[in-house]
């Protein structure tokens, strides 16, 4: 038996799911999370309305903040056109090793680059150190206490442009509740509330959507 919950994720996708298969990925993950152990994977409900978001968004250049076990990086990579690249920041380097795993058992690896470190450091060097000049769309999902910090310093770095759109996880539960009141205030982003319930539960979740209208 795998020492921690997020290997013995691992163990079970490597023994059970198709390998190459984004959604045999997924599917399988969820099965396992809803059937064994909980984990804070934005899950199938949640995933609906990401997988919605990213379709009308069409991103080239996505950011994720919170890669986890891999599973929205899969989720997200599987929709993307060819060309595009998913950059995902995990500051946990054990989950970062067991993302890095799953997402190449997935077959989504040319896509995805895991960047080990904290969003306030990484951030910052996207330009200069991973050549990124602006990112189309961005799943929040790592600490609500830090969604408007980093939602501050993506304006700061210039690395959303008009029509960029902010996805984030968990707005209701835990909740971020200075997030939503920052958006949905500042006059730079038009927002949309998605309800809906919390990974594997039947508690209130949701989303928050918010399309920067420019500085
Ligand atoms: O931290 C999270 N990051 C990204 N997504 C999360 C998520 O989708 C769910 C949860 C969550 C866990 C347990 C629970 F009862 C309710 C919610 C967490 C989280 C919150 C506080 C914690 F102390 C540790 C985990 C996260
Ligand atoms: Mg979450």
Redesign the pocket.
């Given at each position: 038996m795998a020492q921690r919950l997020e290997e013995r994720i691992l163990e079970y996708v490597k023994q059970h799911a198709a390998e190459g298969d984004p959604q045999s990925v997924v599917d399988h993950i969820d099965k396992y999370c809803s059937q064994n152990e909980w984990a804070?994977?934005?899950g199938d409900e949640k995933g609906l309305i990401l997988d919605q978001v990213v379709k009308e968004t069409n991103p080239t250049i996505v950011l994720e903040l919170?890669t986890?076990c891999g599973y929205s990086a899969t989720r997200i990579a599987r929709l993307l056109k060819p060309g595009s690249r998913l950059l995902t920041v995990e500051m946990n380097p054990e989950n970062a090793a067991v993302a890095k795993q799953m997402i190449q058992f997935a077959g989504v690896q040319d896509k995805v680059e895991i960047l080990e470190g904290s969003t306030e450091v990484i951030i910052p060097s996207l330009k200069t150190k991973y050549g990124v000049d602006r990112v189309d769309f961005v799943f929040i999902?790592?600490?609500?206490e830090r969604y408007t910090a980093d939602t501050k310093l993506l304006e700061e770095c210039q690395l959303i442009k008009k029509g960029s759109v902010l996805l984030a996880?968990?707005v209701v539960?835990?909740g971020a509740p200075d997030f939503l009141e920052y958006v949905r205030t500042c006059g730079r982003y038009d927002c949309t509330y998605y309800p809906s319930h919390?990974?594997y539960s039947d508690?209130l979740?949701a989303l928050e959507k918010a399309v920067f209208k420019g500085p």
């Open positions: 804070m994977h934005v919170g986890y999902d790592h600490f609500s996880d968990n539960f835990p919390l990974e508690k979740d």
